[in-house]
Nanobody, 115 residues
Framework: VEAVESGGGLVQSGESLRLSCTIS????????LAWYRQFPSKHREAIAT???????TYSNSVKGRFTVSRDNAAKTMFLQMTDLKPGDTAQYSC??????????WGPGTQVTVSS
């Protein structure tokens, strides 16, 4: 099972980006999914989760600005990011869990926000 992120890039403060995470295999609809980001300092933060049942959580740092969603038919999870700030600059990655075990973790996509 592999996860691949896309959609990162260089944007200016206040702009938006939409990230995608596509996961191979036949069990996508069963996975609990999450977005993480790792800062240049190497600190890693869980920022959004969406369960197989559609329950959603956000970290306080992105609540109100980021929206997570999933398309089970397309085997893809999305992260719509709005009002981006320089502090959002990080490597964004996704993972999938099933029965408490990680099944896939993507290599990440870089998001850089200039002021």
């Amino acid at each position: 099972v592999e996860a691949v992120e896309s959609g990162g890039g260089l944007v200016q403060s206040g702009e938006s980006l939409r990230l995608s995470c596509t996961i191979s295999g036949d069990s996508f609809s069963l996975y609990d999914l999450a977005w993480y980001r790792q800062f240049p300092s190497k600190h890693r933060e869980a920022i959004a989760t969406i369960s197989s049942d559609g329950e959603i959580t956000y970290s306080n740092s992105v609540k109100g600005r980021f929206t997570v969603s999933r398309d089970n038919a397309a085997k893809t999870m999305f992260l719509q990011m709005t009002d981006l700030k320089p502090g959002d600059t990080a490597q964004y990655s996704c993972n999938a869990m099933l029965h408490g075990s990680y099944r896939a973790w993507g290599p990440g996509t870089q998001v850089t926000v200039s002021s």
